[in-house]
């Protein structure tokens, strides 16, 4: 219900939507009292581009899934962070990717010839991949391991820290350190035809989360010498 009286309702509601007009009515007046007018962002009080960017997106995002939270807390290397995040949005330009976009015309894998060289693929089925997988997880692991779909793959590997492995490390370092070293390979073959041994690459993905580890628990020695 509009008030009435020396307000020229006709007026408003000929500018604006009645639907709008009772939110001017619904506005206190301002009283001497109050304190004096601010500029602020409505959302946060203080502006910054993420709350805006937020408030932007909101529509477009679903509910964050703790997925996403568990990757970002991880200790593990921001960079790997990263990879696995993109790895887990499908980010990653296998050649399945590249020719699902019309980058490329084959999706096969140019390692080993396989009809499709899909993200798991490329991180654990290709052969040079599956080998460092079979020197490190223990074979009560790899049934499992071997079996799970893209998702439940990373999750499940990133979560575990406990998998035993005689290098003493945390799994979920190992196995990033990993993933990484592998996919590095594999661009460094496709893109460079450079071949990589994969004691060497092996070795390059222990000494990697070692090192990691190793700041994680002595920062301040690694820091210093
Ligand atoms: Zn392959």
Not at 36 to 56: G, N, T
Not at 139 to 148: H, I, N, Q, Y
Request: with cysteine; aromatic share 12%; hydrophobic share 45%.
């Amino acid at each position: 219900m509009l008030p009435s009286g020396h307000w020229d309702i006709p007026l408003l509601t000929d500018i604006f939507p009645a639907s709008v007009v009772p939110h001017f009515f619904s506005i206190r007046c301002p009283h001497p009292d109050d304190d004096a007018d601010i500029c602020c962002w409505r959302w946060d009080r203080q502006f910054s581009v993420s709350s805006a960017y937020e408030k932007l997106m909101a529509n477009r995002w679903s509910a964050p899934h703790p997925f996403w939270k568990k990757v970002w807390s991880l200790a593990i290397p921001q960079r790997l962070r990263l990879f696995i995040w993109l790895t887990l949005n499908q980010k990653l330009m296998t050649n399945v990717e590249r020719a699902r976009r019309g980058i490329s015309e084959s999706p096969c894998c140019d390692l080993c010839g396989g009809l499709s060289e899909s993200v798991l693929h490329v991180l654990r089925d290709c052969p040079p991949a599956r080998a460092i997988w079979d020197s490190i997880l223990p074979p009560s692991a790899k049934t499992r391991f071997f079996s799970l779909d893209v998702s439940e793959w990373l999750l499940e590997n990133i979560s575990y820290v406990s998998i035993s492995n005689s290098y003493n490390l945390a799994w979920n370092l190992l196995f990033s350190s990993c993933i990484w070293q592998i996919w590095k390979i594999r661009n460094d073959r496709v893109f460079a035809n450079i071949s990589h041994d994969p004691s060497i690459v092996l070795s390059r993905c222990l000494s990697w989360a070692t090192n990691y580890a190793n700041f994680i628990f002595h920062p301040v020695l690694t820091l210093h010498h």
